[in-house]
């Protein structure tokens, strides 16, 4: 059974670098353009791990995570920050969120995948 991961970015061209470097490992995805179109996507499913831009219209990820954070049903989903910003006062508003990790672009897809599969729900 391939675990479920949600990449949420309103850039496509990320979306679609991290979705073929899951896919490769064999990972099941499922994308969403903001944070809002995201939550929309949480509907039951099983979601193993999710990986949020920062900034993004309608909704950021940081407001995404702690929305995230309200469900029950993944409450405990862990979620790596994936973005430019390298600030540490904006770790510590993601770690504050519920964050697990942070990313900063360009990533390397060897270094997202450890991170991956550190984190991913059993």
């Known amino acids: 059974m391939s675990k479920t991961v ?16 899951l896919k490769g490992a064999g990972y099941q995805v499922i994308e969403g353009c903001d944070g809002k179109d995201a939550l929309t996507k949480l509907d039951g499913r099983k979601v193993h791990l999710i990986i949020s831009d920062v900034n ?14 309200q469900l029950p049903a993944y409450k405990f989903t862990p979620v790596i920050m994936l973005t430019t910003e ?6 510590e508003e993601g770690r504050a969120a519920g964050a697990k990790a942070w990313v900063v672009k360009p990533f390397q897809p060897a270094q997202m995948l450890t991170a991956v599969s550190k984190l991913i729900l059993p």
Do not use: H
Request: aromatic share 2%.
């Open 6 to 21: 949600l990449i949420v970015d309103d850039s496509a061209s990320i979306r679609q670098v991290v979705s073929i470097t």
């Open 86 to 91: 390298a600030g540490e006062a904006r770790k």
């Open 56 to 69: 993004m219209p309608n909704m950021d990820g940081i407001t995404f995570v702690k929305n995230l954070k």
